[in-house]
């Protein structure tokens, strides 16, 4: 389905990039995805596909694979992809920013090299691996995974939860206390490699109306090693580490939900368009049109944001505020959409025909992504009341930006 044009259309440049994703969808990934469901089949090759069209490098130097073309390419492609299947918007988290980017921004150089190049290429599946059982939405707070020093390694048990493509992960960022005494200041990070040795476990969490391919999973893990060249930062660094990440993840997930949103406007209007009651398209129907109008303004304002985000965090300024307040406010317009596109389908909103229960199902699942909505609330609140800087923690993208101004 092409898109409605917005009314706040793109540059030329991003209108191409958003082309790039649309065209590659249309003629690639979507006829493939249904066969790798029927098959219960991880679609490896289509997220190869993506990779090497380049959706995963947008915020990534050459020298590293990467298209360097900055955080509004991303919120542009995340946007796209999750309009036609929100369900392969994972792959913006997992293969361009959480994952990866974490990497980037708080690895060695070495690290970078050897673990960014091939997730942003598709080659290697990622994670991120931070919540845990009965870890709501303080999953750094209430933390009990272990890790252990042992000579030049670490030892790792625990279990994680809600880890989306840990059934498949190569790489993987994950968070583990290595000391339990010291509060948020014991948390650690590492990049570890799930495939490298016995001690690791994922099981997928059957959730109905989501993908039963790109799964969110269950982790444990038991005694898993880990090398201590595979520790990113410093120790006691994890609890920074994992907030900056999901300062950055936020922005990919913010753009998901107003392309979740874009997409149940999108089938709406075609179908206002073509159901007749009375001898009249329902679109003429003025609570029909209600329900549009209320849709189609909130996925505008949504988006301004998302693209002050993006600016945002391509200027190299703190983001926590305007990322929260995206992140809250996308969540909403997504909610109301998807409310509203089931009311003007009616019982058909429920059929496999249209996939507006499938839209509706990952809207859902977004809003609690990367802090839930009463989260956001909170520090959007507190930081207005004066209460807590929402940015008093905030840390810019360190070695991109460092990388854009050394290029000029």
Request: glycine content about 10%; charged content about 20%.
């Amino acid at each position: 389905m092409s898109p409605i044009p917005p009314p706040n259309p793109l540059p030329p440049d991003l209108a191409a990039i958003r082309d790039t994703v649309t065209r590659l969808f249309g003629a690639t990934v979507i006829p493939a995805i249904r066969g790798y469901e029927e098959r219960r089949e991880f679609p490896r090759p289509l997220i190869r596909a993506m990779g090497e069209a380049g959706l995963f490098g947008a915020a990534f130097p050459e020298e590293l694979g990467g298209t360097d073309l900055g955080f509004m390419a991303v919120a542009v492609i995340s946007e796209e992809i999750s309009r036609l299947r929100p369900d392969l918007g994972y792959c913006m988290n997992l293969q361009a920013m959480t994952c990866p980017f974490t990497i980037l921004n708080w690895g060695t150089d070495e690290q970078a090299a050897r673990f960014v190049p091939p997730l942003i290429a598709g080659e290697r599946i990622g994670a991120f691996m931070l919540t845990e059982p009965g870890g709501g939405s303080d999953p750094a707070g209430s933390m009990r995974t272990r890790a252990v020093r042992d000579g030049d390694a670490y030892r790792i048990s625990g279990s994680k939860q809600w880890i989306t493509f840990a059934h498949e992960a190569d790489t993987a960022v994950l968070f583990a206390k290595t000391d339990p005494a010291a509060g948020h200041r014991g948390i650690t990070a590492f990049v570890i490699e799930p495939k490298s040795g016995p001690g690791y476990r994922a099981d997928p969490i059957p959730m109905r109306n989501l993908s039963p391919v790109l799964a969110s999973c269950a982790v444990f893990l038991d005694d898993f090693v880990v090398p201590a060249g595979n520790r990113l930062g410093e120790e006691g660094e994890g609890f920074r580490i994992a907030m900056n990440a999901l300062e950055f993840g936020r922005l990919t997930v913010s753009a998901r939900l107003v392309g979740a949103a874009q997409g149940c406007l999108d089938h709406a209007l075609a179908y206002a368009r073509e159901r007749a009651v009375g001898g009249r398209a329902i679109g003429h129907y003025q609570m029909v049109q209600a329900l549009i109008a209320d849709m189609a303004a909130e996925i505008a304002a949504a988006r301004a944001l998302v693209r002050e985000l993006a600016e945002t965090m391509e200027a190299g300024r703190p983001a926590n505020r305007i990322a929260s307040l995206a992140k809250y406010f996308a969540s909403r317009a997504a909610r109301t959409a998807a409310a509203n596109a089931t009311e003007i389908f009616g019982g058909y909103a429920l059929a496999d025909e249209y996939p507006i229960s499938m839209f509706k199902g990952f809207i859902e699942m977004l809003n609690v992504g990367e802090g839930s909505s009463n989260v956001q609330r909170v520090l959007i609140a507190e930081d207005a009341l004066g209460y807590k800087d929402a940015n008093r923690a905030s840390v810019p993208a360190r070695k991109f930006r460092a990388a854009r101004k050394a290029a000029g």
